[in-house]
């Protein structure tokens, strides 16, 4: 079944998951279980047929398991958000979380430049100058 499933042959699993469940007896005790599993595996993945092309991914070179992103959340998120003692505020967690992004990219120095100018052409106008924002600014490319 694994087979099938990474070499890109999900309807066909599923055809053969169904003739499983068919051939398991409604009525028999010792099935109940396997029914329940076996109903639940297909209606899971029933409706995410087009979500698991694992075979095209997987030659494509491309992860098909969470633990990429899971271990980016932990890296940027986790390193920072939640050491022992700290304490947020949701509004100024997410700006704290574009600073962190920034830091980790590299574009430290981009962003302070880009900022300094915007800043000080605001001031020398005479603006009123807003350092926060819930919307993500795009960043000068480096020279």
Known sequence: M????????????LSQLREML??????A????RKREILSAVIKYLDPRV??????????????????IAEGAARYVVGERMDCSGMRQIPGRAEALL???CVELNGDWENF????????????????KVLIR????IKLPKAA
């Open 2 to 13: 694994k087979t099938l499933l990474y070499g890109g042959r999900v309807k066909e699993l």
């Open 22 to 27: 068919k051939l398991l007896s409604k009525r």
């Open 29 to 32: 005790k010792r099935d109940k």
């Open 50 to 67: 087009h979500m698991m092309k694992y075979k095209q991914y997987i030659e494509e070179d491309l992860p098909i398991a969470s633990g």
């Open 98 to 100: 574009h600073q962190r």
């Open 112 to 127: 302070f430049d880009w900022a300094y100018k915007n800043w000080r052409s605001k001031m020398e106008k005479e603006e």
């Open 133 to 136: 924002t819930n919307e993500p």
